[in-house]
T-cell receptor, first 113, second 112 residues
Framework: GQSLEQPSEVTAVEGAIVQINCTYQTSGFYGLSWYQQHDGGAPTFLSYNALDGLEETGRFSSFLSRSDSYGYLLLQELQMKDSASYFC??????????????FGKGTKLSVIP | DADVTQTPRNRITKTGKRIMLECSQTKGHDRMYWYRQDPGLGLQLIYYSFDVKDINKGEISDGYSVSRQAQAKFSLSLESAIPNQTALYFC???????????FGPGTRLTVL
C-alpha cells in the first residue's frame, strides 16, 4: 500500500519562502505530483517529479529523493493568493499503469501580511 | 467554458434516496475518475475508467456505482444514500500521455 505524510498546517509571511514536506511509504511509484486547492475550489496541478532532483516552475519548485522517500514543494516570494491547501500525490505501480493517484491529506498554508 | 463540468454543484438529499452525479469533459481525454473529499482529508479514489468499455474500482467503491456513457461522460451513482456519504465529490480527467489530472469544480453532497 501507499501512505503519504504532510504537515497539516503551515503559516508563513508574505514575501517569504516556505517548504512543504511530503514523506511517503510506498512499494513503488512512477512520480510525485503536487496539487493546489483553494477553499471551495478544485485541485489544480502544480508540479510533477518523475526523477530525483528539483523541478522549477516560476515561483514554485518541487523536489524528489527516492532514496530518502521524501519530497517537498518550495514556494518563493509568497503572495496572499498562495493561501490554499497543497497535496502531494503518487501514482503507484499497478497493472493499470501510472494513472491512479494516491493523495496525502494536504497541508493548509496560511500566508500572513 | 470549463473543460470539466459537474452537475449538480450542490445537492441535499435524504437517507435511502438514489442520487446521480454527472461529469462531462471537452478535453478529449480517455481517462476519467471520481474522487471523494472529506474535511481535512485528501482525495480518495472511488472509481476510474480508462475508456468507455473499461471501469475499475478505486479504494472506496462500496456504496457507489458508475457509468461511462461516452468518452466525454462519466456518472457516479449512490443507489441508497447514507449520511456518511456526505462529502465533496470531484470528477477528474487525464490523457494517456500525461500523469496530470484535471479536476471539475466539485459537487457538494449532503445526505440527511
Amino acid at each position: 500500500g501507499q501512505s503519504l505524510e504532510q504537515p497539516s498546517e503551515v503559516t508563513a509571511v508574505e514575501g517569504a519562502i516556505v517548504q512543504i514536506n511530503c514523506t511517503y511509504q510506498t512499494s513503488g511509484f512512477y512520480g510525485l505530483s503536487w496539487y493546489q486547492q483553494h477553499d471551495g475550489g478544485a485541485p489544480t496541478f502544480l508540479s510533477y517529479n518523475a526523477l530525483d532532483g528539483l523541478e522549477e516552475t516560476g515561483r514554485f519548485s518541487s523536489f524528489l529523493s527516492r532514496s530518502d522517500s521524501y519530497g517537498y514543494l518550495l514556494l518563493q516570494e509568497l503572495q496572499m493568493k498562495d493561501s490554499a491547501s497543497y497535496f502531494c500525490a503518487v501514482n503507484p505501480y499497478s497493472g493499470a499503469g501510472s494513472y491512479q493517484l494516491t493523495f496525502g491529506k494536504g497541508t493548509k498554508l496560511s500566508v500572513i501580511p | 467554458d470549463a473543460d470539466v463540468t459537474q452537475t449538480p454543484r450542490n445537492r441535499i438529499t435524504k437517507t435511502g434516496k438514489r442520487i446521480m452525479l454527472e461529469c462531462s469533459q471537452t478535453k478529449g481525454h480517455d481517462r476519467m475518475y471520481w474522487y471523494r473529499q472529506d474535511p481535512g482529508l485528501g482525495l480518495q479514489l472511488i472509481y476510474y475508467s480508462f475508456d468507455v468499455k473499461d471501469i475499475n474500482k478505486g479504494e472506496i467503491s462500496d456504496g457507489y456505482s458508475v457509468s461511462r456513457q461516452a468518452q466525454a461522460k462519466f456518472s457516479l451513482s449512490l443507489e441508497s444514500a447514507i449520511p456518511n456519504q456526505t462529502a465533496l465529490y470531484f470528477c477528474a480527467t487525464s490523457d494517456r500521455l500525461q500523469d496530470t489530472q484535471y479536476f471539475g469544480p466539485g459537487t457538494r453532497l449532503t445526505v440527511l
